[in-house]
């Protein structure tokens, strides 16, 4: 599975994405309060989005797309994404935010930027696709976790 998801580009794109994500709000608390403000005013309670980066990549990445693609997270991330690409004075930050929000505009190109991704239809179905996925996936690996399950 792992060998498939490396062979992928949008993969790759995807996980790009929501590393940039966790990073903008892990290391700023100012990032983490402008996102909640934005959340207050959007009438969505803002979760923060978690790495995807580890060893146990199934559980990771499952977390990371559920909050994600939580109804009204998106909508938050991306206006704030938005905002940062536009008004921020730190150049670090301004072009992290301007690769996350002008990431994939085609999935086949090598130099693809965020915002125009998460504005593409594909990306979105792209997202709740592999959401879905890992989420059966998961429940197999947990059904296969138990203690009274056997194989030969």
Not at 22 to 38: M, N
Not at 83 to 102: E, P, Q, V, W, Y
Request: charge should be positive; hydrophobic fraction near 45%; proline fraction near 4%.
């Amino acid at each position: 599975m792992l060998s498939v998801q490396r062979d992928n580009p949008m993969m790759g794109q995807l996980y790009d994405l929501l590393h940039l994500i966790w990073k903008t709000y892990h290391f700023s608390p100012k990032s983490v309060r402008e996102l909640r403000v934005i959340g207050a005013d959007l009438g969505v309670n803002v979760l923060m989005p978690s790495g995807v980066k580890g060893t146990r990549w199934l559980p990771h990445v499952s977390r990371a797309l559920e909050t994600f693609l939580k109804p009204g997270q998106f909508t938050a991330v991306y206006y704030h994404m938005d905002h940062l690409a536009g008004s921020s004075a730190n150049a670090d930050i301004a072009g992290r935010a301007t690769k996350a929000m002008f990431y994939v505009t085609n999935f086949y190109c090598c130099m693809i930027q965020v915002k125009k991704s998460m504005e593409e239809a594909t990306f979105v179905a792209f997202c709740h696709f592999i959401a879905n996925m890992f989420s059966g996936i998961s429940k197999f690996s947990l059904l296969l976790q138990r203690n009274e399950i056997i194989l030969p």
